[in-house]
Nanobody, 117 residues
Framework: QVQLVESGGGLVQPGGSLRLSCAAS????????MGWYRRAPGKQRELLATITNDGTTNYADSVKGRFTLSRDNAKNTVALQMNSLKPEDTAVYYC???????????WGQGTQVTVSS
């Protein structure tokens, strides 16, 4: 079992920045592709960004150019840097891990991000 613990959410004004972090409790962190999702009130869960072991990233169009996903394999962490935040970015953000071979997946508990003036 892999535990994912998110941190860094909060309230920010439009145009501001936040950095979300996710720490994974596994000795096999390198075997996991990592990602961030979000769920806004009344909307479906949305995939925002993914990162493979070698650092290859993919982003949803809604966040491309504003969000940056990175990982530190030595510390078993990923970070989502969010810039130029908009009110429509308000959601609960979830860290996700998927084992590259078994496809087993794990979720964090979620962290609230609110963008409002």
């Amino acid at each position: 079992q892999v535990q994912l613990v998110e941190s860094g959410g909060g309230l920010v004004q439009p145009g501001g920045s936040l950095r979300l972090s996710c720490a994974a409790s596994t000795d096999l962190f390198r075997a996991y592709d990592m990602g961030w999702y979000r769920r806004a009130p009344g909307k479906q869960r949305e995939l925002l960004a993914t990162i493979t072991n070698d650092g290859t990233t993919n982003y949803a169009d809604s966040v491309k150019g504003r969000f940056t996903l990175s990982r530190d394999n030595a510390k078993n962490t990923v970070a989502l840097q969010m810039n130029s935040l908009k009110p429509e970015d308000t959601a609960v953000y979830y860290c996700h891990a998927e084992h590259r071979y078994s496809r087993l997946e794990w979720w964090g508990q979620g962290t609230q991000v609110t963008v409002s003036s």
